[in-house]
């Protein structure tokens, strides 16, 4: 709605400017009224059109996305707007102030006006003080307040079993509110802050792959399996340099960083498999580091699981930590599951 | 020092002083360390130009590598090598010394009614440091080039390629050097050396903008080169400032960089944003519209710039609080450049326009200006940049706002200084020619590039999903044109350099000083100093007269 009426004080400000020039008697045949609805109304029309249709963002695969993808739309709309009144706006001065023919003056000597600037100063904030708020909502309905509270209530479940051995830097007690201050990213929406994600799995970040482990049963994969509809926390932590984890379709990304805990909690709306890119320069192999999120219905996400506990070889599991192995021993087993190829592992011994 | 009385001194005694120096400088005399600020502006336009061609043929061989999914045409390290000093050298190389160095230094003491800058000897040496820079930087390929991008997180950059990259971190630190010197510099003399008859609000767009961007360089310059430093000392004397084993916060670089580096964009489009003030009034034949907020604005820019960094850090390890305070800040720098944005559309309302190719660039820069402020406000929402935070949405965007508007901005200053700067005429049709070669080629390049980042496609990578593989063969396409747009331009430039038509003292009948003196301007800028009678956009005062008087 917001739109409509910028649109429409826009246009009549600019068809009403003050400029005492010949050049514009054109448009004086029609009544600036009309002209001026009649263009709030074509590019009122459009932007909406255009913020709906776009078709830029791929699939929508978690609830979050749906959040992220309205506010983007609106921004959508409001930037066509924007656009095609200024572009607009610049070609008719291109076409209609062009020096003419055999004339040589210049144009009126104005040099301002006070109301106009003031207007155009006004409309801008009034947007952008509007958009803040929409994303300030948007961003703690996706759960940007509270990121890592519950985990932390849960001690020891958060990523300490693939935690690079990276030592903590004070003795944190095993309470609630200085491990809180320690977690970045993405937790629970403001609403449910204190319940508890369905799944808890631990992502470590490394060159060039990434691993997930459910600490539970200590499953450990280079792909993430989730149920559907799960209302699922990573943990994610980084081995060597930075990673970040982005599921283009679930609209979410956080960096891995080494030495500090970060999170994403997110519920996945549709199953299927999608990408899971690694989009922080991490080295040569950067662009290689992709795995996918498989998004299962609960009952094949279970079986998934079942088989994956019995293959457990439980006691070497148990007995070694991932972060006591070199990289090459710990990729080894799961290099060609994760798509890794040989050259890549060469690459990483060779290191 | 006694620089800076001279302009007063020179008006109540119009006969210079014995000149130091002869008539005319030779050819040599624009490689030695020469403290004409005319020369040392050539010297930065030129040296920087080289640059931009040498970061220019790393963005083509970039494009080439992507014209496929996978990586087959240069080495993955290779690629990160030419991806990190491709941002470097168009940043440190060639935007910032082109338009604060070249242009400032050109323009500054000859647009205020000075002889010189404040500390000419300074001014030099400014220059001089970004020599061994730009070696250092050449240098580094032979073993094996910086490779953790321009801005060379640790622990990335402390685990690469450590010889490249302490250089990296050597040049950039000379850049920031020359930076600070050239800011101390202006700031002085602009504040000290305009002609006594010149008040601030008399003053050309293009000098307060310079001082918005001094105030900023000076302010935010020291703070990269003490996180740089301390980055060196993590690379090659064993420190652990960055390294989280030993209690290091890698999170602390990133904001000891980016507190820098987000007011560097501003560095980069300030003074831009001056040379459009300078050239849409001339060649629409209009007043500015809103010289006092065109010349707050930048200062707004300047203050809001400064406060604004953590939006590039919304997917690492920042608080709420942060996330959400920092998206308020980027979305309100949103409003003084809108300002200046509707300022020039507002001078060209109603204007004159003489479709010159500086103007042709102006109104470029102007209509991608305005696509590339509209991306970045959505950047800014820290909700929407956790899905397109450092994907190829962010290099469509940050491209379109500096090729689209510092480059063409560049271009649009060359086209209208040439006569002043070489006193000879550049030739219009293959100027004309350069724009449209440029203008496509910019779009077809960069626009594309938003889409592939928000369907998944990651920055900095050499090999990608082939789903990708049609739009990036588009943007490799664009690189192409926009390589090839650069001839035109050399061919004019160098030809018309000695052959062109000779240009007269002020061609374009522009009112700002510098038009005032000869083209090119004589050694210590004018016989007998200029004093202001008409402000510097005074344009169409004599027709509105002329009304008046039929109407009377």
């Known amino acids: 709605m917001s739109t409509v009426a910028v649109s429409v004080y826009w246009c009549s400000d600019l068809t009403q400017c003050p400029f005492p020039d010949a050049g514009y008697a054109s448009m004086k045949q029609i009544p600036a009224p009309l002209l001026t609805l009649t263009i709030g109304i074509a590019v009122t029309f459009v932007s909406f059109w255009y913020g709906q249709n776009h078709g830029l963002l791929p699939e929508q695969a978690s609830e979050q996305s ?7 739309n609106s921004m959508v709309v409001m930037g066509t707007a924007l656009f095609l009144l200024v572009e607009g706006a610049i070609l008719y001065c291109m076409v209609q102030f062009r020096q003419r023919k055999g ?92 319940t508890l994600a369905d799944l808890q799995v631990d992502v470590t970040g490394m060159q060039y792959a990434w691993i997930f482990t459910y600490p539970q049963d200590n499953i450990i994969d280079g792909e993430l399996h989730v149920p559907v509809g799960a209302d699922v926390q990573l943990n994610i932590s980084a081995k060597d340099v930075i990673h970040s984890f982005w599921v283009p379709q679930f609209r ?22 999608y990408p899971v890119v690694c989009a922080e320069l991490c080295g040569g192999y950067h662009g290689s580091m992709r795995t996918q999120v498989i998004v299962h219905s609960p009952e094949d996400y279970q079986a998934w699981y079942d088989q994956r506990v019995a293959q457990v070889p439980v006691n070497e599991t148990i007995a070694k930590a ?22 890549l592992i060469a690459n990483l011994s060779l290191k | 020092m006694t620089q800076a009385e001279i302009p007063t001194q020179a008006v109540v005694v119009p006969a210079t002083p014995p000149p130091h120096h002869p008539e005319k ?54 690629y990160n090598a030419f991806l990190t000093n491709h941002g470097t050298i168009m940043i440190f190389l060639w935007i910032v010394p082109a338009s604060i160095g070249g242009f400032g230094n050109f323009l500054v003491p000859l647009m205020i009614g000075a002889r010189d800058m404040a500390f000419p000897k300074l001014n030099a040496l400014a220059f001089w440091v970004t020599v061994p820079a730009g070696m250092l930087i050449v240098g580094s390929f032979f073993f094996g080039g910086a490779q953790a991008g321009w801005t060379s997180y640790p622990p990335l950059s402390v685990v690469t390629a450590n010889t490249a990259q302490s250089m990296w971190i050597l040049a950039i630190v000379l850049a920031g050097t020359s930076s600070i010197l050239g800011s101390l510099n202006f700031i002085v003399t602009i504040w000290k050396m305009r002609v006594p008859s010149m008040a601030w609000d008399q003053m050309p767009l293009f000098c307060w903008a310079m001082m918005a961007t001094s105030i900023l360089a000076l302010v935010s310059t020291p703070v990269l080169a003490a996180g740089l430093t301390l980055l060196l000392f993590d690379i090659n004397f064993g420190t652990s400032f960055f390294n989280p084993a030993n209690g290091g916060d890698v999170v602390m670089y990133q904001h000891l960089f980016w507190f820098y580096s987000h007011p560097a964009v501003y560095l980069m489009i300030l003074p831009i ?28 820019i300047c203050l809001v710039g400064l406060f604004v ?7 690492s390890g920042t608080p709420p609080w942060m996330r959400i305070f920092f998206t308020i800040s980027t979305l309100i720098v949103a409003v003084p450049t809108g300002v200046k944005i509707f300022s020039w559309v507002a001078t060209m309302w109603g204007g004159k326009i003489r479709y ?41 965007h940050f491209h379109y706002v500096l090729f689209g508007g510092s480059v063409f901005g560049l271009y649009a200053g060359l086209y209208h200084w040439y006569p002043k700067i070489t006193g000879r005429m550049l030739n219009e049709s293959l100027g004309k020619a350069h724009f449209i070669l440029t203008f496509i080629g910019t779009n077809l390049t960069f626009l594309p590039m938003h889409q592939l980042g928000l369907q998944g496609m990651p920055r900095r990578v050499a090999m990608y999903d082939p789903q990708f593989q049609t739009l990036n063969q588009l943007c490799t396409f664009g690189s192409i044109v926009l390589g090839l747009s650069l001839l035109p331009f050399l061919a004019n430039a160098i030809w018309s350099w000695s052959q062109g038509p000779k240009a007269e003292d002020n061609p374009w009948n522009a009112k700002t000083f510098e038009w005032t003196t000869a083209s090119p301007p004589i050694i210590e800028n004018w016989e007998v100093l200029p004093v202001l009678t008409e402000g510097p956009y005074a344009y169409g005062e004599e027709s509105a007269e002329e009304t008046e008087a039929v109407n009377t």
């Open chain 2, 309 to 315: 960094w953590v939006h590039h850090m919304f997917t």
């Open chain 1, 322 to 343: 991932p972060a006591d192995l070199s990289a090459e021993e710990y990729l080894s087993p799961y290099g060609e599951e994760m798509g890794v190829n040989a050259d």
């Open chain 2, 25 to 78: 400088w030779k050819w040599y005399d624009y490689f030695t360390f020469n403290i004409d600020h005319k020369v040392i502006g050539i010297q930065y336009l030129v040296t920087s130009f080289i640059f931009y061609l040498v970061g220019g043929l790393m963005a083509m061989a970039m494009r080439l590598e992507l014209a496929t999914p996978a990586s087959d045409f240069l080495s993955p390290d290779l």
């Open chain 1, 103 to 194: 004339d040589e003056t210049d144009g009126p000597p104005i040099e301002g006006n006070l109301p106009l600037e003031a207007f155009w100063t006004a409309i801008p904030t009034i947007l952008v003080i509007g958009l803040g708020l929409y994303s300030f909502q948007v961003f703690q309905d996706i759960g940007g307040i509270t990121p890592g509270h519950v985990a932390h209530d849960h001690g020891t479940m958060i990523a300490q079993s693939a935690e690079a051995p990276l030592p903590e830097s004070s003795a944190e007690p095993e309470g609630t509110l200085v491990a809180e201050n320690g977690v970045f990213g993405l937790g629970a929406p403001l609403e449910n802050e204190d």
């Open chain 2, 273 to 300: 944003f001056g040379i459009m003030s300078e050239v849409i009034p001339v060649h629409a034949r209009k007043p500015i519209f809103g010289y006092k907020a065109i010349a707050y604005s930048s200062l707004t």
């Open chain 1, 66 to 72: 749906v959040l992220v993808d309205e506010l983007f």
């Open chain 2, 356 to 396: 010159t190719s500086a103007m042709l660039f102006a109104v470029g820069l102007l209509a991608m200006f305005v696509f590339g402020g509209l991306s970045g406000v959505t950047l800014g929402t820290a909700a929407f940049d956790l899905h397109v935070h450092d994907t190829y949405y962010v290099v469509g």
């Open chain 1, 252 to 273: 979410l990304k956080q960096d891995a960083i080494p030495g500090k805990k970060t999170a994403l909690r997110f519920i996945a709306s549709k199953e299927g498999s």
